[in-house]
């Protein structure tokens, strides 16, 4: 049986990928940071589904402190003995507009996005390494390759880095570990919950689909990454936008 870790694993797209990969069997370990009460409803709405019994561990975490990162993968490699796949999902935005941009907005940004996922790969894809395989899943974004705005251009550079972290694992544990990373365009979860309805339909007129992502259509990619279906996938970014016009 498999064991999954997901970061931010009980919202939005984290919460997505977390009831696919339950569905598929997987055991889990879901990264929250605050809020209890909303994990623990979701833990028992996902121990058992069609009355199939699986294991979910429930870890409250700030992705954005060391010492919880490593308590966090103690933990879940105590109750499980091996982690097969690490999604790298929890992140953060804080838009501001750029003359108003703080350096603690900025380096809370990058805590979370880009150096939380760079522990967290560490201290699990050496375990991964030693257990002679795993998969590893980045959650970027395409404001990390192509698509900018200056209220976000903290949160736009995490995402570059954390594509950068991604090429960088692949080349690091090669052989051993899948590493890949998906780029999501606008998905309708609590991260763009107060965007106006102008800005929304603006940004869908440059969507060839003419819409925002369900998460679910963002989590079924990470799991078709971590599947064997993807054993040849290594290094990649998938771009999961609904297309973007070009003119
Ligand atoms: P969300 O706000 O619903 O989820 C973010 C998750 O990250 C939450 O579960 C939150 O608790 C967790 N998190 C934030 N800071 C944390 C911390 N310090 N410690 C632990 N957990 C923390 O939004 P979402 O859209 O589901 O975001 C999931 C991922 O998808 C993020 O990395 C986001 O950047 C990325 N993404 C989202 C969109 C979008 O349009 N929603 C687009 C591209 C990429």
Known sequence: ????????????????TAQIFRKQGYNLVLVYQKNKEEAKKFEEELVSIDGEL?????????????????????????KFGVIDCLVNNAGIAIDTFFCDKTKENFIKTLDVNLIGPFLLSREVGNRM?????????NVASTNGIDTNYPISLDYDASKAGLISLTHNLANYY???????????GWVKTDMNATLDK??????????LLG??????????????????????IQDSVIRVDGGVKRS
Not at 58 to 69: A, R, T
Not at 129 to 137: K, L, P, R, S, Y
């Open 1 to 16: 049986m498999k064991t999954v870790l997901i970061t931010g694993g009980t919202r939005g797209i984290g919460k997505a």
């Open 54 to 78: 699986r294991e979910v561990l429930m870890l409250q975490g700030d992705l954005s402190k060391e010492e919880d990162i490593i308590r966090i993968v103690r933990e879940a490699y105590q």
């Open 129 to 137: 390494q030693e257990e002679g395989h795993g998969v590893i899943i």
């Open 174 to 184: 090669g052989k051993t570990i899948r590493v890949n990373a998906v780029a999501p």
């Open 198 to 207: 102008e800005f929304i339909e603006e940004e869908e007129s440059h969507i």
């Open 211 to 232: 819409r925002f992502a369900d998460p679910s259509e963002i989590a079924n990619v990470i799991y078709f990454l971590a599947s064997d279906e993807a054993s040849y």
